[in-house]
């Protein structure tokens, strides 16, 4: 019996408070194998079509890295097949992709033919203002997004107040030395892929940590309050990766798409994360636990306790407003969906996704032929 493969799961794009975030261009290499960019309206079956693609994979035994999507993170936006260089990739609105290398590495899968176009013609005033609704929702949602942020960076200014930076400095040396010690200078730097590992969804905040950070055998967990450093941390550990070679995958944060969350160095087997309200991460007992609390001055601390307090509980309701925002943009997206579902030919699909899976597994079968 072939051993299943292994899934990890990632976001590409988010919502933040600077609005949709996306780094789809970090999906899959440059220099990938093939790229199936599927185009078609929402409801007409694309997450279903590589959902079920990256099953049979699963199941074939390899390995799939599975693109969420933050507006409805029970959809998903692409599936990777990382030891073919094979995606499958959503390219349509708000992320919009269009092929780069066509038919010498990129394919459109267009599902629009499945569709019966007179029907959907008639749904046109109803897909119209379900789409405009949820546009103007989607506005709400990153103004009150914002308006968390405001909060949350004057709180962690009590922090950083209360801060010292020396002896974050020397917890950031301390761990690269202890990974990067007797590694040398490479003359040609790495590779940084950027991604994130939550997301703020209609459910509120959602991460997948656990497939990202579980396969790495030696795993630090950066405790501490907001601006005491951890951001600072780990991106002086990816630069010191990447100044020696290595390929690092960075996660980044919803609320600050600039900062660090998570880095992986995979051929170290090497992660660190940040574990910290509303991304958590439970620790397991052989992971090494850094309290950037321990950098604190408590008698700062102590003198804006009534203000820390307070700012928290004005953080989460901003930040629920915005939940609550984000989810009745994805009722108004389940009402164009039901506009076109009705009205497509799912066996039609059906048979378009098996000629597509044969060519994959045709694309597999060529690379194992070439390794050995």
């Known amino acids: 019996m072939t051993e299943k493969g292994y899934v990890k799961r990632v976001f590409p794009g988010n919502n933040t408070p600077a609005g949709f975030f996306s780094y789809y261009d970090y999906i899959i290499p440059k220099e990938a194998t093939r790229v199936f960019v599927i185009k078609g309206a929402p409801g007409v079956g694309k997450s279903t079509f590589m959902t079920s693609i990256a099953r049979d994979m699963v199941e074939s035994g390899y390995d799939v890295e599975i693109h969420h999507c933050s507006s409805d993170n029970n959809s998903i936006d692409g599936v990777v097949f990382p030891a073919i260089g094979v995606g499958i990739i959503d390219g349509t609105f708000p992320h919009v992709v269009d092929p780069k290398v066509p038919g010498a590495v990129d394919e459109i899968v267009w599902l629009g033919e499945f569709w019966d176009e007179e029907a959907v013609r008639s749904k046109k005033e109803e897909i119209l203002q379900a789409q405009k609704a949820a546009d103007s929702v989607f506005r709400r949602a990153y103004r009150f997004l914002k308006a968390a942020q405001i909060v949350y960076e004057d709180l962690e200014s009590v922090y950083v107040e209360a801060m010292d930076f020396g002896k974050a400095n020397m917890i950031a040396a301390k761990i690269i030395e202890e990974n990067f010690g007797t590694t040398t200078i490479s003359p040609k730097p790495g590779f940084l892929r950027r991604l994130f590992a939550s997301a703020i969804t209609p459910d509120g905040m959602v991460n997948y940590l656990n497939t990202i950070v579980v ?146 597994l045709g694309y597999a079968r060529e690379a194992e032929r070439t390794e050995s």
Not at 243 to 248: A, H, T
Not at 263 to 288: C, F, M, N, R
């Open 215 to 360: 396969p790495c055998k030696k795993r630090y967990v950066i405790t501490g309050n907001p601006g005491t450093g951890k951001s600072v941390l780990l991106e002086k550990v990816a630069k010191a990766a990447l100044e020696r070679g290595f390929f690092v995958e960075a996660y980044f944060c919803p609320l600050h798409p600039e900062k660090v969350e998570h880095v992986i160095v995979p051929e170290l087997k090497l992660a660190l994360t940040k574990s910290i309200e509303p991304h958590t991460y439970v620790p397991g007992q052989t992971d090494i636990i850094v309290d950037m609390n321990e950098c604190l001055d408590d008698d700062v601390i102590e003198k804006h306790y009534q203000y820390i307090v307070r700012a928290r509980e004005e953080f989460g309701r901003l930040f629920d407003s915005a939940i609550y925002y984000i989810g009745q943009a994805k009722q108004y997206h389940d009402a164009v969906e039901r506009c076109y579902a009705p009205n497509m030919d799912f066996g039609g699909i059906e048979r378009l996704r098996k000629k597509i899976l044969e060519k994959i």
